[in-house]
Structure formats: structure tokens, C-alpha cells
């Protein structure tokens, strides 16, 4: 049987874990596994065991022994003993959230770090070339086709076009991969389920001494919070002595924030994310993002991001200058500006109102002087149906059922039983 797998990220690297004897072709866009645009797992790196959070599908969500041996097997090839919280959840921490409207989120985090996901990547790629795991790097796949018993594939390399046919494909292109993911859903309108929704908000920075308890005892909180004017609120990816960073896409440039094992900044950052859900007649919640996003690059001048005090962000005025707190993000990739002219009111609302009461679990969260950067934004890609096709399934954050990479590690390992079972 002829196999094709398509991106080198999680859900492929899940897929592959435990592959043998089986005739696979890996098919990925970036021009090698050491390129930093390959897949979603070259940053950062924190690895979570939970029943609450991280992808949708129950066969993984209630399969702790399955994530706890993902987090061993990517402790294994990045030579690493990740950094974790030194507690389980305690009751009175649980408590503290409740008090004040917060659901703290139950989960144990492991951090493998940025410098060691790169140690990762190369390591399990040697291991897979040794098995007889076939790699076309620089292959972006640009098109698919359902045969009756193949699937057609297109893929361009060094400005050639190719065409292969496989038995099965495995769709593994993760967030990076929505084209291909819009083409195959135009194409099979019935192989998509419905999505309405799309995260936006900000990155919130702060010196690590007021978050040093909450980091020492759970490495990550998190939270969600259901504003008085409806909207849920969340907070996401912690990163204690972090960086901001920006992500670059082709058209414009959000936030998102990392850490290292090794190098490490005084301050802690974290996203602040609330969510957007429409009704119809309007279906393109990843555009009205992307909208939000490019406005904020817009009055930023072009491929920068906006920085503004949370004191400033409260009275609606652009913040001029900053002191007691300053940014981990590179200076030429920011603007010290004002959010409000991008978020929508009920999005400003709601993110105040979450930091105000959350001075009441984390005293001094609220101080003038910390940073929010924005935009961040989290798209969700549409549910792709896997009953569609008997030889075209989607695995990982491009099926729409996962948003982690233990949940998209956990869905290429499960994907490949099936195909083992028959
Ligand atoms: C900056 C950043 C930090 C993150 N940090 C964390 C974290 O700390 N913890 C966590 O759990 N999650 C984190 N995530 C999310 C996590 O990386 C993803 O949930 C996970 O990697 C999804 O796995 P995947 O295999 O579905 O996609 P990916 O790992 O993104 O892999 C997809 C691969 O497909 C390739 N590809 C795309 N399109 C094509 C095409 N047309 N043809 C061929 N190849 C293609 C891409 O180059 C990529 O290598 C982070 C994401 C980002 C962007």
C-alpha cells in the first residue's frame, strides 16, 4: 500500500511514531526539517496532560496514558527533561479563581523549549530515515483529487509541477496549510463541518515577580472568564521569563510569545483571547480576524505590531512612552500606538473587565505600566469530515479537532491504528 503524508509537523510525526513496514512518502512545503518555518513545533514547546483542553476529540482528551507517553517520547528525542510546575492543582488556588468568576483550567505542563524542539525535529527525522520513510522536502502540495480507489496529488518543487497517485493520504498541513484546506473544501463542499468562531485579544507582559507564585506552582494558568457582556474571555500560553514574538504571515503580522530552556528574560507573558462567535448570514470568521489583524499593521506601518500600556489602553490614548516594564519584543518590530482604534468595544470591554477582576486573585496584574501587544489571534480551521473518504483523512490542527501538539501527535498516532486495524 502506498502512503503519502502530507506536512512534517505533529499529526505526521504522531502518524509515523510508530510506522513500519508501510511504503510512506512524506511530502513537506519547508526546504528542510533544520528550516524555521517548518511546522508549528519549532517554538516553544510546552507540552500539556489534560482532560480539559487542547483538541475536541474524546479518544484523546480521556487517553491521559496516551498523552503522558507523548510528552516521554518528545522528552526522549530532545534529550531534555522538561521544566513543569511543581504542584498538582491545589484547592484553595481553585478556589481563589472560582471566588472571583474564573474556571482554572486543570491540566500539568511540561516544557521542552525552543532551542530543544529544533533537537527534536532533527533527531526523529534521522530515526525516520533510517526506518525507510521516504522525505520530499520544498514539496508544497496544491491540489488533491478523490479518485475510485487512489488520491491524485499535485505538488510543486523548485518551480516543476508533479503529480502522484497514493492509496492513502494523509492531510497533515496544520494552521500553515488552510489554502489547501479551502481548495479540497470548495472542491468537496461535504467534507466540511461548520466553524463560527475565531479567538482575538492581545499578549499581556509583566515582570515574572508578580505572576512568580502562580508560575512556580502551575508553570502555566489557565483560565477563562465569562464577561458581563457575554463574551468568554481566556487566558493562553504562558511563558515565564519569555520573549514576545511576532508570527509572520504572508499578509500580516500578529503577536505570540515563547520561551527558552535555556536563555531566559525577567518577565512573563501570556495572551489574553476572547472569543467570537457569528450567526448568519456571515461565515468567514477567519477573514473578520484577519481583518482585525491588518488594520492593527495598517496603523502600525506596515509589518509591525502595536504596543500600548495597559494604563493607556485603559483611558483610550496612545501610549507615548513606557517605564517600569519593558518590552522583550525587538524594538523595529513594534509601535507604540492604541489599541482601541483596532478591537472592537465589546472586545476592549471584555478584556478589561477580565484583568480588573483578576486583581482580586493576582494583586497587581492591573499596574499601569504593563504591556499588551496586539493583535493575537487564534484561527480555528474548519472540521474536515473523515467519513468523506475512505483514502483522504485529515490529522492534526488542519482537521479542525485539534489545537495542541500532543492532541495532533495523538490524532496521527490513532489515525495510524485504524489503518493498521483495517
Ligand atoms: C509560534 C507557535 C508556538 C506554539 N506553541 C505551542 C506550544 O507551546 N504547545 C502546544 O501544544 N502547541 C503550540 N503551538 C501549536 C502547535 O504547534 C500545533 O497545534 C501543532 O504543531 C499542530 O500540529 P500539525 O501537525 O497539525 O501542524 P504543524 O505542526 O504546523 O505541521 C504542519 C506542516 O505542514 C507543512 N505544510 C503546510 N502546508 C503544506 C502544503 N500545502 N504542502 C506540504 N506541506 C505543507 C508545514 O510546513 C508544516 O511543517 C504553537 C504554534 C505556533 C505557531
Known sequence: MKIAIIGFGAAGIGFLKNASDLDITVFEASKDVYSSSISGIRADGKLFVSSEMGG??????YNIELQKEIVDFYSEYSNTVPETGKEEINIELKRAFHRSGFRLIEAKFYHIGTDKLKVFLENIYEEFVKRGIKFVFGARVVDLEILDKSIKIKYLKDNNEYVEFFDKVYVAVGRSGLKLIDLVSKKYPEILLQNNTVDLGIRFELPDFVVQELNEKL??????????NGLL???????????VVTEKYPNFVTVNGHSFHTKKSSNTNFAILVTHTFTEPFNDPNGYGEYIVRLANILAGGRKVILQTYGDFKKGKRTKKLWNVFPTLNSNEYILGDLNLVLP????????EFLEQLENVIPGITNSSHLMYGIEVKFYSKKMNNNFSENLKFIGDCSGFTRSIVHATAHGIIEYLKLKKG
Open 56 to 61: 475536541d476529540l474524546e479518544e484523546i482528551l
Open 219 to 228: 508553570y502555566e494558568f489557565k483560565i477563562k472568564y465569562q464577561a458581563s
Open 345 to 352: 468595544h465589546k472586545t476592549v470591554k471584555a478584556i478589561t
Open 233 to 243: 474571555v481566556r487566558t493562553f500560553c504562558n511563558n515565564p521569563s519569555g520573549f
